[in-house]
């Protein structure tokens, strides 16, 4: 009677776990979805930050488009070439190396540049451009008060000397900063490119002057000094071809008002600064 | 059991002692899935399905098994085991047929298996003694009791996101008062009468 009394108990839950557990068995096969294999393979080497730097939503959102054949394989601009490269090997391609970009803020007014009156409202850019069209006499310029700083997801962004500039060994390329910017002054380049025009201002020549110490005045100097046809006036801003520079730097030495600049050069004096 | 004992037996499960707001059982859920209506509304079918099927087999398993062998104190294990294979059935099933529910529901699908709701259920069909089709209505209708409570509670929610509200409330403190004035609301109920 008593082994019984174990024996029932333990003979009656094993019966039933065994009829529940072939049941599941067997529906499992019938309701059988067939999940890619490589959907949790690449999003293990994705970075993980789910930025949406990619356009999707998330790492895993973009490792479902790249099973899917949507998205290229070096879609992810904060893995860089290494994740890139991992993603390829998951789904069986060759990768192209792509350069590196960087994102590049193309102003340099910050203390060189008049403010037309004190403003002492929420300290963001956006918040401060609605009032009067910002406290920044240039109507262009980087109002300094830091948005893409906040934006920006890897400490690579940050307000100095008036004006933000880019940590480029920082910065993943993810685009939030670009976005974030309601002047539209930073834009994505790629790593190679060392030489920039750093003002943004269509103003004319006396217009500028009296707004700012550093901007470009479309004195068309650096457009006659390039020998490759790089860089061009248009609208009373020098615009720089990327496809055709080839960082020779004349264009630097000849500038009047010191706005062309190596982006090497800015990054040395930020941290400069910094210290 | 007659047409009126079970119409008495399901308002009671649905309006009179709701699972949520009144028994105050599968709380879980119904603060994690009602921030939108449609999800709530996929959860509480997901439940009602669940607790109608668990209702019928507990009963069928009760009777047969454990009653039969004098087993009557494993009654919790073995209801957790067939609530547990149920919800694995059911996700499998969401998985196959409908992917955008099963990715809206998430993690609160598998956690239908520790949802005392249905497990409250089983056990409150041994208690009041009721048979294989008092049982089946109890079950279901206590679901549609639960789905009701989400839906209602989902939808208050929806509008809370537009509301104004003192910052130190926004977001789930809110929820949580909204959660207590409509269990009063449902207090209302008490009086109501099936002769």
């Known amino acids: ?275 | 059991m007659s047409f009126t004992e079970l119409f008495s037996l399901a308002l009671g499960a649905i309006l009179l002692e709701n699972f949520v707001l009144v028994k105050f059982l599968g709380c879980c859920p119904f603060l994690g899935v009602s921030k939108k209506t449609e999800t709530a509304l996929g959860m509480g079918l997901a439940v009602m399905f669940v607790m109608t099927v668990a209702s019928a087999v507990t009963y069928l398993v009760n009777k047969y098994i454990l009653l039969t062998f004098d087993l009557g104190y494993m009654q919790t294990v073995a209801f957790i085991l067939i609530i547990a294979s149920l919800v694995q059935f059911v996700e499998m099933f969401l998985m196959k047929s409908m992917p955008s529910l099963y990715q809206a529901l998430g993690i609160y699908l598998p956690l239908i298996t520790t949802n005392c709701a249905v497990l409250g259920v089983a056990l409150l069909n041994v208690q009041n003694n009721l048979n294989f089709i008092g049982s089946v209505v109890y079950g279901f209708s206590a679901a549609a009791g639960f789905t009701l409570a989400i839906v209602l509670f989902a939808s208050v929610r929806e509008r809370l996101e537009f509301s104004e509200c003192p910052p130190s409330f926004e977001g789930f403190p809110i929820a949580l008062v909204s959660a207590s004035l409509l269990a009063m609301a449902f207090m209302g109920f008490q009086g109501l009468k099936i002769f």
Do not use: W
Request: one cysteine or more; charged letters at 20%; hydrophobic letters at 40%.
């Open chain 1, 1 to 275: 009677m008593y082994t019984l009394s174990i024996v029932a108990p333990v003979v009656a839950l094993g019966a039933m776990g065994l009829f529940f557990g072939l049941l599941l068995a067997v529906s499992s096969k019938i309701f059988h979805v067939e999940q890619d294999e490589r959907l949790p393979q690449i999003t293990e080497v994705l970075p993980g930050a789910n930025c949406g730097g990619c356009g999707y939503p998330g790492c895993s959102g973009f490792a479902s488009a790249v099973v899917a054949g949507e998205a290229p394989c070096n879609g992810c601009a904060v893995g860089g070439p290494e994740t890139a490269a991992k993603i390829a090997a998951i789904m069986g391609v060759e990768v192209s190396a792509q350069d590196r970009k960087v994102a590049h803020v193309n102003c340099r007014g910050g203390h060189n540049a008049k403010r037309k009156f004190e403003y002492e409202g929420i300290q963001d850019c956006l918040a401060a451009s609605k009032v009067g069209s910002g406290d920044l006499a240039c109507s262009y310029g980087c109002l300094g008060y830091g948005t893409c700083e906040k934006a920006c997801p890897y400490d690579a962004i940050h307000v100095v000397g008036g004006v933000a500039v880019v940590q480029a060994d920082k910065c993943r390329a993810c685009g939030i900063c670009v976005s974030a910017c309601p002047r539209h002054l930073i834009s994505l380049v790629s790593e190679k490119q060392d030489v920039f025009v750093s003002c943004s201002s269509h103003d004319r020549g006396p217009v500028l002057r009296e707004n700012c110490n550093i901007g470009c005045i479309g004195c068309t100097l650096c457009q006659k000094t390039c020998k490759h046809d790089a860089i061009h006036v248009v609208d009373n801003l020098a615009v720089i071809d990327y496809d055709k520079c080839v960082n020779c730097g004349e264009c630097v030495a000849v500038c009047p008002r010191k706005l062309i600049v190596r982006a090497s050069s800015i990054t040395s004096e930020t941290r400069q600064s910094a210290l």
